[in-house]
């Protein structure tokens, strides 16, 4: 119970800076970009022919780049499943009298976050190239399925989650974006560019509030670090599957996907935890209990630890058939 206790009033104690945090990292809502502001306008007279357009550039994409979106814009979709989350945090209550800014910090970020789908599904019901039922069933389950990332009710942990997740999706939405332009898809590659900018600020955001319950509690916080970290950060469309499919099944399919396209890799996890713990200074944090000093230790040695493991995984080179995309990458 004590540990609880510690982290409400650590929460309520860093409640009075949360606006500052959203008008450092988050954009005001008349000022921030639309999903329209990148695609064909539909009450325009050239709507029909930048559609045509769209549809000829995603025509260079191939099979695994769409496999990718797919599955990219369904981690997007989900985003019910993670506010309703991360409203249930420990310390966020929507519930008070007076409105806390945890709970407005939760709403203006996932207000942010739900124009990523947005766009990402328009853009792919324009270009042509996936099964779009396909794609809805599969976001209709991933919803009804939920997710459990390990972080119970706890903020430190649900923080130490988001950090590294956000920096996640920054990577594999630029690389995307790189490829995408690459291809000469130039409207493509700047929706996901815009879209890593996104995710970065919003990284940033929780790796400055995981850095300042550190200086509040650093012997809980850097435990709860280490736990996260010792489960391994599951991605949150972890339960992700295809119509017919059991739950998690297309998940690690389309991670494998993601791998041998090298969107997102084993190398990616181990330098963003590289980067947290840089940012942290957990090497330096001293005056520690025992356990948190193990725990220390613990985070220090990983990326090592984990590079070692990396040089020896080996991933199935096969392209496993979606029901999302055609074989060929079209329809
Ligand atoms: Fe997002
Ligand atoms: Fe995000």
């Not at 022919?49 to 989900?78: C, H, N, P």
């Not at 923080?159 to 332009?181: C, D, P």
């Not at 560019?193 to 400055?208: F, K, Q, S, V, W």
Request: charged share 30%; proline share 3%.
């Amino acid at each position: 119970m004590a540990t609880k206790n510690i982290r409400l009033e650590v929460m309520q104690a860093i409640e009075p800076k949360v606006q500052d945090y959203m008008d450092s990292f988050l954009i005001p809502v008349e000022d921030i970009w639309q999903p329209s502001d990148f695609l064909p306008d539909p009450q325009g007279d050239k709507f029909l022919d930048e559609v045509e357009q769209l549809r000829e550039e995603s025509k260079e994409l191939g099979y695994d780049f769409w496999v990718t979106m797919v599955a990219d814009t369904i981690t997007e979709e989900a985003l019910p499943t993670y506010e309703s989350w991360l409203m249930d945090v420990e310390g966020i209550n929507q519930h008070a009298e007076e409105e806390t800014g945890w709970a407005k910090w939760v709403r203006a970020w996932t207000a942010e976050e739900n124009r990523h789908g947005d766009v990402l599904n328009k853009y792919l019901y324009l270009s042509g190239r996936v099964n779009m039922r396909e794609m809805e069933v599969s976001t209709q389950h991933l919803l009804a399925d939920g997710f459990d990332i390990g972080t119970d009710r706890d903020p430190y942990k649900n923080f130490v989650y988001t950090s590294f997740q956000e920096l996640a999706t920054n990577i594999s939405h630029k690389r995307v974006g790189q490829m995408a332009k690459k291809k000469g898809n130039a409207l493509l590659g700047k929706m996901c560019t815009i879209i890593a900018g996104d995710e970065m600020r919003h990284h940033l955001a929780y790796r400055e509030f995981v850095k300042t319950i550190l200086e509040h509690d650093p012997n809980g916080m850097i435990m709860a670090f280490a736990h996260m970290m010792k489960m391994k950060i599951v991605m949150p469309a972890h339960f992700l599957r295809e119509s017919g499919g059991t739950i998690g099944t297309a998940f690690e399919n389309f991670s494998n996907c993601a791998q041998r396209l090298g969107v997102y890799t084993s190398q990616d996890y181990i330098e963003i935890l590289q980067k947290l713990n840089a940012y942290w200074d957990i090497e330096n944090l001293r005056s520690l209990n025992d356990e948190a000093e193990k725990a220390r230790d613990y985070l220090v040695k990983l990326p090592a630890r984990l590079e070692r493991i990396a040089e020896r995984m080996k991933f199935p080179e096969d392209q496993y058939q979606f029901k999302w995309v055609e074989a060929n990458g079209t329809l």
